[in-house]
């Protein structure tokens, strides 16, 4: 199943893992809705969404710790229900908030996660992977939100899994404890290993995964590169702005401006998805003036990931 | 850190030291968790300590105890009383009409006297003291009035230690402390690391599911050994309490009992998604136990249709069991129904919470 998708060099990179035609209801609330993914090993993988869109559901399915109602999940080659065994020995699981033991050292906590595998690194070989090494003899509870979760992800690295699952892995944290979290992750990929993490940040997704995959309401809206994606906008600047009161200035004539490729509005203000921004602007700023408008807010930034969002759904992707 | 290059060149970060067994692992970690909670040290090993101070101080043999007689106050209370006042081993006072009752309940007084030809006695026949001040002041009166005993019978005063209340609540409080410690602390520690993702966590690991729960019930037993050796020691310090059988055979009944509460601990905590829930049915499980597996006073009280019932219970069967060991010396033949039902508690309750567990 893992390998219909490549052609030619399933050898050189074969899946680490996939499903097809995945679903997951609670209830009446459909969480996973007919989900495809391909993993390729060695890369790593972001499943980006708003809150709700069935990430977690998604990986936990992945990770053999829920069961879906339809469709197959192929991991390593194996199947859960048959090889549980065999893949719990390979893989590598950080889960949302989990909360070790307030009274264990980091040491202790990482001691007991290393013995339940048969391979893998010393503990202080885990610990200096995850710079907790000055922290070994510290109780949980003393530790920092950053420390914590990169206790999660030593725990989750103690058999240097061949694929490893994170979900949310720096939700919560500060700026510094996030770039270390992505510095450690990016330790893991050089040394050959294959991630696939959940995440609502967008720079999350654009710097750590060599493809997206964007979810919402349980589907799979958008898959690429971040760079692909961002391309496929057809513009790699976003102009935003809303006017000093008035009506709002009419689509057609803005996307006659030179160098705008689409037209948003949302929430009062205006998005142009421009080429050029050198053409664009002051295009943008003499049918202003020629109206006699007056702008009451006016930025521009490179097309991200959270403008794909919006491109498919009509929403920003973190409307809290 | 053990990491090194080896010959070929690739990084070599395997450690030399062979990791411990999964299972000592886990077990380390409970043993670790408990020792590093001052309060749960407190419950398992201060508290059945204070409870046995309390009650043996409450309940001490008191040999030449007297009666506590109430006059009520009125015509011929003043001679009534002068004339107890020279009886022995009762205490007699004045009380007023309105405090009669009162002081009856209260147990201040376990009989009143309305003075009068012939006196009339006021008593709760449900209180042994309150019946056997009656007897007593009845006799007192009697022979005041001129009744004469036809003879006295000689008295053998049973003072021997094993045969007093303490000698006979302490094996009770010893099966109440296996049974408390065992559910509350196999319990909540469970259900805490349930609500707090780490059972779904360690599910997501190869860990062996079976040894996590085994890991609860092993961590109870080395403090096992620690919580009943306190109990036993303090009683025999302060209150000469002993066994008259083997410790070897107590220690293996303590260990069965460990066990099946363990097991039960495990069951109870199976399914439960927080600590209220547990608690709950903790209490639910434990309470009848308290009163119907003679802790306090024995379970021969309860009508012979229950007996049963009640021996099917595991703290029916650990305090029968430490009883017969302490107070009769028996040995393993004469507890093998007992140490039965404990092994049949320990199968099928840590067979079924295997089963049943909710891991996420």
């Not at chain 2, 000689?154 to 021997?160: C, D, G, I, N, S």
């Not at chain 2, 259900?191 to 707090?196: C, L």
Request: include cysteine; charge should be neutral.
């Amino acid at each position: 199943m893992c390998h219909n998708s490549l052609v030619g060099d399933s050898d050189a990179h074969p899946n680490a893992a996939c499903c097809r035609g995945l679903r997951k209801r609670y209830g009446t609330v459909v969480a996973v809705d007919g989900l495809d993914l391909d993993v390729r090993t060695g890369e790593c993988f972001g499943l980006l969404g708003p809150n709700g869109a069935g990430k977690t559901t998604t990986i936990e399915i992945l990770e053999g710790l829920l069961k879906p109602d339809a469709g197959e999940v192929e991991i390593l080659g194996l199947r859960w229900g048959v090889d549980d065994q065999a893949l719990r020995q390979r893989l590598g699981i950080q889960l949302q908030d989990t909360q070790f033991s307030d009274k264990l050292s980091v040491e202790e906590v990482v001691r007991l996660f290393r013995s339940f595998y048969h391979r893998g690194p010393s503990v202080s070989a885990v610990l200096a992977m995850v710079g907790l090494e000055p922290k070994r003899g510290s109780w949980v509870s003393k530790l920092s939100g950053g420390q914590k979760q990169r206790l999660a992800v030593a725990c989750a690295l103690v058999n240097e899994p061949d694929l490893l699952f994170l979900d949310e892995p720096t939700t919560g944290l500060d700026p510094q404890s996030r770039r270390q979290l992505w510095s450690l992750l990016d330790g893991f990929r050089q040394r050959g290993g294959t991630i696939v993490l959940t995440t609502h940040y967008l720079d999350e997704a654009e710097t750590l995964c060599d493809r997206v995959g964007i979810v919402d309401h349980g589907r799979l809206i958008a898959l690429g590169t971040p760079r692909d994606l961002i391309a496929t906008l057809g513009a790699e600047h976003v102009i935003e702005f809303e006017l000093d009161g008035g009506a709002p200035l009419a689509t057609e004539m803005l996307k006659q401006l030179p160098g705008v490729q689409d037209v948003r509005r949302l929430d009062g203000a205006t998005s142009l998805q421009v080429s050029e921004l050198h053409t664009a602007v002051p295009a943008l700023l003499a049918e202003l003036e020629r109206d006699h408008r007056n702008l009451s807010r006016f930025a521009t930034h490179h097309a991200t990931l959270e403008d794909v969002f919006v491109a498919h759904t009509g929403r920003h992707l973190r409307d809290e | 850190m053990s990491l090194s290059l080896t010959p070929d060149g690739t990084c070599a970060m395997n450690s030399r030291r062979p990791t411990r067994h999964p299972l000592v692992e886990l077990i380390l970690a409970r043993l670790r968790e408990f020792v590093r909670e001052p309060e749960a040290v407190f419950w398992v090993l201060i508290f059945p300590i204070v409870l046995a101070f309390a009650l043996g101080v409450a309940f001490r043999t008191k040999s030449d105890e007297p009666v506590y007689a109430g006059v009520l106050a009125g015509q011929g209370s003043a001679e009534m009383l002068a004339a107890l006042g020279t009886s022995r081993g009762i205490h007699a006072r004045t009380v007023q009409p309105e405090q009669a009752d009162r002081a009856l309940r209260d147990g201040e007084v376990q009989v009143v006297i309305l003075p009068g030809t012939p006196p009339t006695y006021r008593f709760d026949p449900t209180r042994p003291e309150s019946r056997l001040a009656r007897l007593a002041v009845d006799g007192a009166l009697q022979r005041l009035a001129g009744r004469t005993d036809r003879f006295t019978a000689a008295e053998q005063p049973l003072q021997v230690v094993g045969a007093r209340y303490i000698d006979w609540l302490i094996p009770g409080l010893l099966g109440m402390n296996i049974m408390g410690t065992g559910l509350w602390g196999i319990g909540f520690a469970i259900v805490w690391a349930r609500t707090k993702n780490l059972l779904k966590r360690f599910a997501a690991t190869p860990m062996s599911r079976s040894h996590y729960l085994l890991a609860h019930i092993l961590a109870r037993m080395v403090f096992l050994g620690v919580e009943v050796g306190a109990l036993l020691i303090f009683s025999w310090l302060v209150f000469s309490v002993s066994s008259r059988g083997s410790l070897l055979l107590l220690a293996a009944v303590a260990v069965l009992g460990a066990l099946a509460f363990g097991g039960i601990g495990l069951l109870v905590a199976s399914r439960a998604r927080t600590v209220e829930a547990v608690s709950g049915w903790m209490n639910a499980v434990m309470l009848p136990m308290w009163v119907l597996s003679g802790v306090f006073f024995s379970s021969a009280n309860f009508p012979a249709v229950t007996q049963p019932l009640i021996h099917a219970l595991p703290l029916t069967a650990l305090n029968d069991a430490f009883r017969a060991v302490m107070l009769d010396g028996a040995s393993v033949p004469a507890i093998a129904g007992e140490l039965l039902t404990l092994s049949a508690w320990t199968v099928l309750s840590f067979s079924i919470a295997l089963r049943v567990f909710r891991w996420k």
